[in-house]
């Protein structure tokens, strides 16, 4: 994932033996409660600014909480601070992402894109080919956020044209975004999650291609049966869908050098702000020497002049803009007008709003020591060493379900849990690729993680749209549990006389 350019490794964990589990878990129901209903009665339209309002109505009853067991406003607004202040990178790369898709758009190249993907990708192979090509670009660039904003709109967008729910293709545009995520030696939680645990990067990386290499085969399996059995309708109307994108745009494949030099600034290790702001600006300028046409329909303005060419820049960079597609066939210019939108930056300040108000509730949660308090309950449900398993998976869920991030996900039960890995005698890696495997993945599945939100908002695809497909996501936790109960490379940090309750060496 991109990073928020803080340093999660000096993350303090906040007890209060003040706060018993129950008093924890108050904020908790209460939020799951409300989110539900909420979601009933406003459907798909929940995230638009009720959902927002009711993490602010969760995070007042955790302080409610906090009051009653001696927490002072002040260190609450102090840790919430705390928390706003670690998405600010989330926050700036967010909004170059909207610019991005507006200048990509207008430039021609997601077209482009769409267009020259429809001539190799058949709706078969389709959801198939959508991980590998994701996983390959993570991989490189080590980063779900970036391949998500790329290659993932384009993929969006091709899926369109050949009547493929977008659902479907979002899932699997992160299952395969979220393999190269884990394994990468680019990606930040890859580093955190060893660094956390007590080891080192490519120890970390290699014990866990034990359990991600067989989800990803599944996960593959799982893309390539639904691409046999899904009924699509656009596949006979590609040439139709090209004939229009030729039509709309002056496509042509000089226009891939744009993606070509993000992925490859992200490569470099140059910052991904950076790399999108770049992505942007280089966008612009094929944008004035491809598309000067439709730069000037998006300026508003009548003739062509630097005005206008200014003017068309800006709107596509801040605003939302629509191209109008050009065909005889009314369904092609309906179906490619909801493709030809551009974001702008202004249509990510919705998910901005949602990771604001998620980062309030997650820091008054923290604040209150409801955080820690959970992980310490499930850390003392189970004995056994397939319990500390289990326990190290659910507060992975739990924390990136109560506080909206994925760092905190692998800080908290990693610093929580180091001490009881090595206690039952199991090597450090075993809790890195735990804390990966439950704390990096699951993210993307809740609508209001820092995760969740981003590639909901990106990609144009709600949370409960594409959580059912993103398959990786699911079984990755699934996986980590099978390989501990039935004791598959579970490395002992020291050999120890076999019982019932250790596992034997690698």
């Not at 991109?2 to 924890?24: C, F, G, P, T, V």
């Not at 758009?105 to 709706?123: A, E, F, K, Q, R």
């Not at 702000?273 to 966008?283: D, E, V």
């Not at 960079?317 to 939108?341: C, R």
Request: with cysteine.
């Amino acid at each position: 994932m991109e990073s928020q350019n803080i340093n999660q490794e000096d993350e303090k964990i906040i007890i209060n033996q003040e706060l018993n589990i129950w008093e924890a878990l108050i904020p908790v129901i209460a939020l799951v409660g409300l989110l539900a209903y909420n979601v009933f009665v406003f459907g798909d339209s929940a995230l638009g600014g009720s959902n927002q309002f009711i993490l602010i109505i969760g995070a007042a009853i955790a302080a409610i909480v906090g009051f009653k067991n001696k927490v002072s406003y002040k260190s609450m607004v102090e840790e919430v601070a705390q928390n706003l202040k670690s998405t600010t990178g989330a926050i700036l790369i967010l909004l170059m992402v909207g610019a991005l898709a507006g200048t990509w758009l207008v430039s021609g190249i997601i077209p482009t894109m769409i267009y020259y993907g429809l001539d190799i990708l058949n709706p078969t192979i389709f959801l198939a080919a959508c991980v590998i090509i994701c996983a390959v670009i993570s991989v490189a660039t080590g980063s779900s956020w970036t391949t998500s904003a790329t290659v993932g709109i384009a993929l969006i967008g091709i899926a369109g044209a050949l009547g493929i729910s977008p659902g479907m293709t979002a899932g699997a545009v992160l299952s395969g975004a979220y393999f190269g995520d884990k394994l990468s030696p680019l990606s930040d939680t890859t580093n955190l999650a060893p660094a956390m645990a007590g080891t080192d990067l490519f120890t970390h990386i290699r014990y866990m291609t034990y359990t991600t290499v067989p989800t990803i085969i599944v996960t593959l399996l799982f893309f390539i049966i639904l691409g046999f059995t899904n009924d699509t309708t656009g596949a006979a109307d590609v040439s139709q869908y090209q004939g229009a994108i030729d039509a709309t745009f002056n496509t042509s494949p000089w226009l891939f050098l744009v993606p070509i030099a993000v992925i490859a600034m992200i490569v470099k290790k140059i910052s991904p702000l950076i790399a999108l702001l770049a992505g942007t600006l280089l966008a612009a300028v094929f944008a004035l020497i491809f598309q000067p046409d439709l730069v000037l329909a998006v300026s508003g303005m009548k003739e062509w002049s630097f005005e206008a060419g200014y003017k068309g820049i800006m709107n596509a960079i801040t605003v939302k803009t629509t191209v109008n597609p050009v065909s005889d066939n009314p369904k092609i210019v309906e179906e490619l007008a909801g493709l030809f939108e551009g974001k702008g930056m202004e249509s990510m300040l919705g998910t901005i709003w949602l990771i604001i108000c998620a980062m309030v509730f997650g820091g008054v949660m923290d604040a209150i020591g409801a955080l820690s308090r959970i992980s310490k309950s499930l850390l003392n449900l189970f004995s056994s060493v397939f319990g500390l398993f289990f326990s190290t998976v659910a507060s992975c869920i739990a924390i990136n379900f109560t506080a909206s991030d994925q760092y905190l996900a692998l800080v908290v039960p990693g610093k929580m849990y180091e001490k009881a890995y090595r206690e039952k005698g199991l090597a450090p890696e075993n809790l890195s690729r735990t804390l990966e495997d439950s704390g990096t993945v699951t993210s993307v599945l809740i609508p209001w993680n820092t995760c969740g939100a981003y590639h909901s908002g990106t990609l144009g695809v709600s949370v409960l749209d594409y959580a059912i497909y993103a398959m990786f996501s699911w079984l990755s936790p699934i996986m980590t549990l099978i390989f501990a109960a039935f004791s598959i490379k579970i490395k002992q940090l020291v050999t120890k006389t076999p019982t019932l309750d250790t596992i034997g060496e690698e």
